[in-house]
């Protein structure tokens, strides 16, 4: 079995909760793999962007469009029509909605990072490398027969390793990491945003109906597209129709409007201290193990709040809420940590 070896052990450094980051100053590199092979395993697991498109991403894409549809033609365009705020709401809704799509396209299609086939800890430039716990070894994935940069995790699913692997994603088809989490975290953003409007809009014309109802005008109302009135005699079925499927999208988005905000909450949550999903867990086990040792643990890659969103989203603040590949985000196999800032501050204090 091949190994790669840490010549000089780490003397000192963070407890990270798969052991410590200590600069290294030497590797033996395996060299019994058949590079060859290995490519051809890569590329027979590796799956394109369009087999990410399973049953799961098309149910996703086909609830985006029922709710999209029955808000605009159920209820902004034949309650509000085109007053103004009729026309506000389109728009936003519209926006929010398209925005969300994108970033969830974003997230099917982009690559959430692969660690590069010549990837060498950069020991020569002293650089900070994740070794494990037992034995002082420097990161290694048995299954891909690679080094693993720090904060990359191999995926049972993709059958391969991630880049700054957050978790695997079942309703996007695809892992979420370096490469897509900017798109992740602002779909949670966007389709919050949108989910919430929309259950307002249908709350809001639902209690419109019950009042006119109560009053007895509902000869008045119109629930289905322009023109299509209760008790209007042949639109009756078309009537009837609408109104269950506003009902339907309401019932839908009840459980999305909670379930959607609460893994944006937490994705906040996780965002601000730079944490992956992987990296909290570990920093759970990691933080009993230190208490009951007298010690304490710290998440080596928390650079404060706005430190984190600029790793995160990128260094202009002004593209931070744009679904882009923002530059300055790194290639995924080097981080910077808090570590990197202290030893910076006291240079600078020297
Ligand atoms: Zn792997
Ligand atoms: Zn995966």
């Not at 052991?19 to 051809?40: I, K």
Request: glycine letters at 8%; proline letters at 5%.
């Amino acid at each position: 079995m091949s190994s790669i070896r840490q010549k000089s052990p780490a003397t000192k450094g963070y407890s990270t909760p798969e052991g410590s980051l200590s600069p290294s100053r030497s590797l033996e590199v395996p060299t019994d793999g058949t590079l060859a092979a290995s490519q051809h395993k890569q590329r027979r697991e590796n799956r394109s962007w369009v087999q990410r498109f399973n049953g799961t991403v098309i149910a996703v894409l086909f609830i985006f469009g029922f709710i999209y549809s029955t808000v605009t033609l159920c209820v902004i365009l034949p309650w509000l029509s085109y007053s103004v705020p009729g026309v506000l709401n389109l728009a936003s809704f519209s926006l929010e909605t398209g925005t969300a799509l994108w970033c969830f396209l974003l997230c099917v299609i982009v690559d959430p990072g692969r660690v590069p086939d010549d990837y060498q800890p950069d020991l020569e430039a002293n650089a900070v490398v994740q070794v494990k716990r037992k034995g002082g070894e420097v990161r290694y994935c048995q299954k891909c027969c690679k080094p693993k940069p720090p904060r990359t995790h191999h995926c049972k699913v993709c059958k391969r390793c991630v880049l700054r692997m957050d978790h695997h994603c079942p309703w996007i088809g695809n892992c979420v990491g370096h490469g897509n989490y900017k798109s992740f975290l602002l779909f949670l953003i966007y389709v919050s945003m949108a989910i919430v409007h929309a259950l307002g809009l249908l709350c809001a014309h639902a209690l419109y109906w019950l009042r006119m109802h109560g009053e007895n005008r509902q000869h008045s109302i119109r629930t289905g597209p322009a023109g299509t009135v209760i008790g209007a005699g042949h639109q009756i079925h078309t009537t009837v129709f609408w109104a269950i499927t506003q009902t339907v999208c309401l019932a839908f988005s009840m459980p999305l409007t909670i379930g959607l905000t609460m893994l944006l909450v937490w994705n906040l949550y996780l965002a601000l201290q730079n944490k992956t999903t992987i990296e909290f867990h570990e920093g759970v086990t990691a933080n009993m193990k230190a208490s009951i040792s007298g010690g304490g643990y710290q998440h080596p890659y928390d650079l404060g709040c706005c430190g984190n969103l600029h790793a995160i989203c990128g260094g202009n603040p002004l593209l931070w809420l744009i679904p882009n590949r923002a530059a300055g985000m790194g290639d995924g196999t080097v981080f910077p940590t808090s570590w990197d800032s202290l030893a910076e501050h006291n240079a600078f204090s020297l």
